[in-house]
């Protein structure tokens, strides 16, 4: 049973830092792209980062770049994604989502996690 869960939400003040963890089970993650994306209230699902398979490329939004970091450890079929520098627009529900595919479009994933809230707020 394929099977994502993400931990590691919670609610951080602006400038703070959290770091997602994504555990996968029932399939071998280093032959999954493995994105994560996320969902603010009253808006579509984004993604925010992924890594390639083939050549462990990391890709990040632009609203992302220098403050988020993707990275996974196959040993323990986890994929992590460290955020620094937290802002309030950040605010959102996180998921990580599993596909053989790098890119944007979460039609592209076939697996997902349930997702974890992350708030940033003073």
């Known amino acids: 049973q394929v099977q994502l869960v993400e931990s590691g939400g919670g609610l951080v003040q602006p400038g703070g830092s959290l770091r997602l963890s994504c555990a996968v089970s029932g399939f071998t993650l280093k032959y999954y792209v493995i994105g994560w994306f996320r969902q603010a209230p009253g808006k579509e699902r984004e993604g925010v980062s992924c890594?390639?398979?083939?050549?462990?490329?990391?890709y990040y939004i632009d609203s992302v770049k220098g403050r988020f970091t993707i990275s996974r450890d196959n040993a323990k079929n986890t994929v992590y994604l460290q955020m620094d520098n937290l802002k309030p627009e950040d605010t959102a529900v996180y998921y990580c989502a599993a596909g053989f595919s790098a890119g944007w479009d979460p039609y592209e994933y076939n697996y997902w996690g349930q997702g974890t809230q992350v708030t940033v707020s003073s």
């Open positions: 890594m390639s398979t083939s050549d462990g490329r990391t």
